[in-house]
């Protein structure tokens, strides 16, 4: 059982900063990758951020204004939010990729974080 723990939305005003915090627990072995994902009201899930082993990578929306990073002996991952922008109101999910055995890779998802950017 893996679980995934997301910290840190909340209420920001427009360009202002956030920074959202991830945490995986339970029988995680090893992380492949993490990131966040982001699903405003009506519109899909998109990706903002991911970090893998070799690389990152930003959705173009935040390129410049999102950084991510991970602290994998701790299986946490954090996205620093700054100028941030009403259409930065969104769910932000954090995504895991990892093995939970030896040789089985899964894919988790926390519960969502609340970040509205309003004046």
């Known amino acids: 059982q893996v679980q995934v723990v997301e910290r840190g939305g909340g209420l920001v005003q427009p360009g202002g900063s956030l920074r959202l915090f991830c945490q995986a627990s339970g029988s995680l072995l090893k992380v492949n990758a993490m990131g966040w994902y982001r699903q405003a009201p009506g519109k899909q899930r998109e990706m903002v951020a991911v970090?893998?082993?070799?690389?990152?990578n930003y959705g173009d929306s935040v390129k410049g204004r999102f950084t991510i990073s991970r602290a994998d002996a701790w299986a946490m991952v954090y996205l620093q939010m700054n100028s941030l922008k009403v259409e930065d109101t969104a769910v932000y999910y954090c995504?895991?990729?990892?093995?939970?055995?030896?040789?089985?890779?899964?894919?988790?998802w926390g519960q969502g974080t609340q970040v509205t950017v309003s004046s």
């Open positions: 970090i893998t082993n070799n690389s990152t």
């Open positions: 995504h895991v990729i990892g093995y939970y055995t030896d040789n089985e890779v899964g894919a988790f």
